[in-house]
């Protein structure tokens, strides 16, 4: 069975659901991000002390984003957020075992700022290019704007099913 055949399958069941993991460091805009997806006011965003979680339709799939917040001492707390997760969002957890062969997506938030480094400068900082065992991709964004958010939801629609197959 092709690549095209199983998305047509996932395609033909309506609201199958994925559960999205959106991780990284403090400020760096998840939760605007979150609102953006959920086509949420923007204007008054705090910081996450916990988690947010928002359901949202996307390409016949019903994606279940977990924010989880970013400050230092929460990040131990992550890997309990780990189990059953469809799309991971942060290039540093790719060693954990419960994550393996997990299809990886990095916005490259904060576009709209002029001293925001290039998502391909990115993906070199990160050495993505040697990302093996599992699909990835970065994707430039503004959660701010919306710019860019919706392309990387898209592909994750996309290859959440590879990774089902």
Request: proline fraction near 3%.
């Amino acid at each position: 069975m092709g690549l095209l055949s199983i998305l047509r399958k996932l395609k033909s069941a309506p609201d199958q659901e994925v559960r999205i993991l959106l991780l990284g460091l403090d400020n760096a805009g998840k939760t605007t991000l979150l609102k953006q997806l959920a086509s949420e006011d923007i204007s008054h965003i705090t910081p996450t002390q916990g988690f947010n979680i928002k359901s949202v339709q996307s390409q016949g799939f019903k994606l279940n984003v977990w924010d989880i917040g970013g400050q230092r001492k929460i990040r131990p707390y992550w890997r309990n957020y780990f189990e059953n997760t469809d799309i991971l969002e942060l290039a540093e957890l790719l060693e954990e075992e419960k994550l393996s062969c997990v299809p990886v997506l990095i916005f490259a938030n904060k576009q709209d700022l002029l001293t925001a480094a290039p998502a391909s400068e990115i993906a070199e900082g990160l050495n993505l290019h040697t990302i093996r065992d599992r699909f990835w991709q970065i994707q430039s964004c503004s959660a701010l704007t919306g710019e860019g958010v919706q392309d990387g939801m898209n592909w994750v629609c996309k290859n959440v099913s590879a990774k089902k197959k």
